[in-house]
């Protein structure tokens, strides 16, 4: 079945990098998301990766995919207060890539 | 274009209540999926809906059961609630492939 794991915290100064890791467990996922959760919020797309890709970059993000260890990882440059939250990876269980198995979160701290 | 609403935003139910949760889609799209999000997890697939049809299913039993009307919004029902249902519950829309768009989620206390 599918599984998806993340590290339960994180914690950063403002400026520097933030690496978030996931594992998952199924190899036929065609897309790997990034959401982020503010307390008391819905979850807000970060971004996604197909699974023929190896990364992708949209501004302060980073997406790297390792396909052969079913590792993602998202870094988040020049890290700031706001980007305070929790981060759930989640993996596509569909080909249409819109039913998801989501991880357990990983709950990052910036620290000014 | 509207984002993805959801109703109510808070709810508290008693035990063996049964409850109906609300979603209205993100303009355009005709798929609809909702999630449950217990307190400190990440959130759970319970179902998707197509063109008023499920179109899949998570591991949650027969009690949740939803609708989908011919404007794309949607219902959750849950009968004969449990306390393990108090929850966030998300609902999500998507074109029939792709990304989905979250709504702030309803917030079920089951007492």
């Known amino acids: 079945g599918e599984d998806v794991e993340q590290s339960l915290f994180l914690s950063v100064r403002e400026g520097d990098s933030s690496v978030i890791n996931c594992t998952y467990t199924?190899?036929?996922?065609?897309?790997l998301y990034w959401y982020k959760q503010e307390p008391g919020a819905g979850l807000q797309l970060l971004t996604y990766?197909?699974?023929?890709?190896d990364m992708k970059q949209d501004q302060r993000l980073t997406v790297l995919l390792n396909k052969k260890d079913k590792h993602l990882s998202l870094r988040i440059a020049d890290t700031q207060t706001g980007d305070s939250a929790i981060y759930f990876c989640?993996?596509?269980?569909?080909?249409?890539?819109?039913?998801?198995?989501f991880g357990g979160g990983t709950r990052l701290m910036v620290k000014p | 274009e509207t984002g993805v609403t959801q109703s109510p935003t808070h709810l508290i139910k008693t035990r063996g209540q049964q409850v109906t949760l609300r979603c209205s889609s993100q303009?355009?799209?005709?798929?609809v999926s909702w999630y449950q999000q217990a307190l400190g997890q990440g959130p759970q697939f319970i179902f998707q809906?197509?063109?008023?049809?499920?179109?899949g299913r998570g591991n949650f039993p027969p009690r949740f059961s939803g609708l989908q009307f011919p404007n794309y919004s949607s219902e959750l029902n849950v009968n004969a609630l449990e306390l393990d249902d108090s929850a966030l519950y998300l609902c999500?829309?998507?074109?029939?492939?792709?990304?989905?768009?979250f709504g702030p989620g309803t917030r079920l206390l089951v007492l």
């Open positions: 990766i197909f699974s023929n890709m």
């Open positions: 999500a829309s998507s074109d029939r492939v792709g990304t989905q768009y």
């Open positions: 809906y197509y063109r008023e049809e499920e179109n």
């Open positions: 989640a993996e596509s269980i569909n080909d249409a890539g819109n039913m998801l198995t």
């Open positions: 303009s355009g799209h005709n798929t």
């Open positions: 199924d190899s036929s996922s065609t897309y």
